[in-house]
């Protein structure tokens, strides 16, 4: 059981062809008759002639099924079924999500503080077993967590942080993407994630600069819009969700609502095939065994070569 539910397929959109393959098998099986069409080109009275004098040889229906089931291997064997390697867990550096939270003072005064701390934990359950780092914000960024695979060490980092967490007043969201950034190519990563979590205030041009550089990387950049929900001090900034909208434009990525996140934790929770499978790489993480079954398949192709005697 625990060895089917590390299967992955790496090539998922192969398995539109089994179908096709199955109805054009039993299209085939209902119009074929033992000699094909020549039973119709021929005059019947020859017909029976030609078989009387054994002159004609009938047909066999076995060869479109053994024809369809050599197909519907190989389609198989192309959609790429294929298990974790044992020694993968060199290579989770390929993989990681790094969560980047806004702590500026219209954050942590808007009345969503806690949902905020709430969605980053979330987002790092659903990276699984990747690596997950934690980035935080305001005039001045920092690395709240490096990249780490314990949730739980990631939990406690995350609930503990408030408003007083950056010292620094004002918002800067692309110095903490600089961070995300350079965490990521420190680590080397091939597909990586980063979740911007903020209300849109502080993008500008060095913002978007940092979300093309991102994505030119071969990574994307999503975000969580958080709105204001508390009356905010005279003078605060608004909720931006149009800058934010933009920002994830340029980083290839999209923007989802704080309580509507679904979208994001689907991507951040696609199994590593499919995050690696866009570079290529899903051969350092996983064992293709499409090869076997195209052997496999070998076997019912052999029908189609038989003579009769």
Same mark, same amino acid.
């Given at each position: 059981?625990?060895?089917?539910? +590390?299967? @992955? ?7 539109? *062809?089994?179908? %096709?393959?199955?109805?054009? /098998?039993?299209? $085939? !099986? ?91 934990? +979330?987002? @790092? ?7 997950? *780092?934690?980035? %935080?914000?305001?005039?001045? /960024?920092?690395? $709240? !967590? ?164």
């Amino acid at each position: 059981m625990s060895a089917l539910l +590390s299967l @992955a397929i790496l090539r998922p959109w192969w398995l539109l *062809a089994i179908p %096709v393959i199955l109805v054009l /098998a039993l299209r $085939a !099986a209902w119009r074929s008759a033992p000699l094909g069409d020549w039973a119709k080109a021929v005059d019947p009275g020859l017909m029976a002639f030609l078989e009387t004098r054994g002159a004609v040889l009938g047909g066999r229906r076995q060869a479109n099924l053994a024809a369809a089931i050599a197909a519907g291997i190989i389609a198989l064997a192309l959609t790429g079924p294929a298990i974790e390697r044992p020694d993968a867990a060199t290579f989770r550096n390929l993989d990681a999500t790094v969560v980047v939270i806004d702590l500026s003072r219209s954050v942590a005064e808007g009345g969503h503080l806690k949902e905020v701390r709430q969605i980053a934990d +979330s987002v @790092a359950q659903a990276a699984g077993t990747r690596s997950v *780092a934690v980035v %935080v914000y305001a005039g001045d /960024a920092y690395l $709240a !967590a490096p990249p780490t695979t314990d949730r739980d060490a990631l939990s406690l980092v995350l609930f503990a942080l408030d408003g007083d967490t950056v010292p620094d007043r004002g918002t800067h969201p692309e110095r903490g993407l600089a961070i995300a950034r350079r965490t990521l190519e420190e680590a080397g990563v091939i597909a990586g994630d980063v979740v911007l979590v903020t209300d849109g205030d502080g993008i500008g041009d060095a913002a978007l600069r940092e979300a093309t550089a991102i994505r030119t990387k071969g990574w994307h950049l999503h975000a969580v819009f958080v709105p204001a929900t508390k009356a905010l001090p005279d003078g605060s900034p608004k909720p931006d969700r149009t800058a934010l909208d933009r920002v994830t434009g340029a980083g290839n990525g999209v923007t989802v609502d704080l309580d509507r996140p679904a979208a994001l934790l689907d991507i951040v929770g696609a199994s590593t095939a499919q995050h690696l499978a866009a570079g290529g790489y899903t051969v350092l993480a996983f064992a293709d065994l499409g090869r076997w079954l195209i052997l496999l398949a070998l076997f019912p192709a052999l029908v189609l070569f038989r003579r009769s005697a």
